[in-house]
């Protein structure tokens, strides 16, 4: 079965300092994964995933097959990034249905 | 471009009570439909799934049900509530497809039970 570690329940850092989520993933297959963010009285949020490649809100995600790691990093940390992080790890389970397995989640504090 | 909505916010019932939580998604047709709990410390636990109307699948034994009755309408259900059933129930939609669907939620309902 698939599983999700997000080593760190909560994160703290200064405003201007890199930022790196850690998540680590176990799976047998291909893995596809996602950042899914929650900002404080909003909704669980898609931040980014793997397969896209980008940059949002000046955060990236590589994938590292060999460390099996799914790291989210931001080079200078804003007040605006307070929330709590998601990995996740999708898997196509058949009969139509796509699943994702979550970690249970990072929550950063962006001191200012 | 679809949504998801999510009802009620925040609902307190006394323990025996019966639950109904609904969720209702636009904007598109035959998506794929969760449930989830969200608790602190402990992530996004997946309860039930549906790829359509009519068909669900348990993810975890459990005090809830749900339901599909119609193609964009989700709903989880109790006929004697808990007090381990307290929570945050999250519903969520996906296109569906075999690889790289994330996952849209709604604004999740706050369950207490007393």
């Avoid at chain 1, 599983?3 to 994160?11: D, F, G, I, S």
């Avoid at chain 1, 200078?76 to 249905?97: H, N, T």
């Avoid at chain 2, 993810?59 to 989880?76: G, K, M, T, Y």
């Avoid at chain 2, 381990?84 to 669907?101: E, H, I, R, T, V």
Wanted: hydrophobic share 35%.
């Amino acid at each position: 079965a698939q599983r999700v570690t997000q080593p760190e329940k909560l994160l703290s850092v200064f405003k201007g300092a890199p930022v790196e989520l850690k998540c680590n993933y176990s799976y047998s297959g291909s893995p596809e994964l996602f950042w899914y963010v929650q900002y404080s009285r909003q909704r669980l949020q898609l931040l980014l995933r793997h397969i896209s490649r980008e940059s949002i809100k000046g955060f990236t995600a590589d994938l590292n097959k060999g460390e099996t790691s799914f790291h989210l990093k931001k080079p200078f940390a804003q007040e605006e990034d307070s929330a709590m992080y998601y990995c996740a790890l999708g898997v196509y389970s058949g009969a139509g249905s796509y699943q994702l397995t979550f970690g249970k989640g990072t929550k950063l504090s962006v001191i200012p | 471009s679809q949504t998801i909505h999510q009802w009620p916010a925040t609902l307190v019932q006394p323990v025996g009570s019966p639950l109904s939580l609904e969720c209702t998604v636009e904007g598109t047709s035959n998506p794929n439909l969760y449930w989830y709990r969200q608790a602190a410390g402990r992530g996004l636990q997946l309860l039930f799934y549906s790829v359509g109307i009519g068909q669900i699948s348990s993810e975890v034994p459990q005090n809830l049900s749900a339901s599909r009755p119609q193609d964009r309408q989700f709903i989880l259900s109790s006929k004697k509530l808990l007090l381990s059933d307290s929570g945050f129930y999250l519903c969520a939609w996906s296109f569906k497809g075999k690889s790289n669907q994330p996952q849209h939620f709604g604004d999740g309902t706050r369950l207490s039970i007393l």
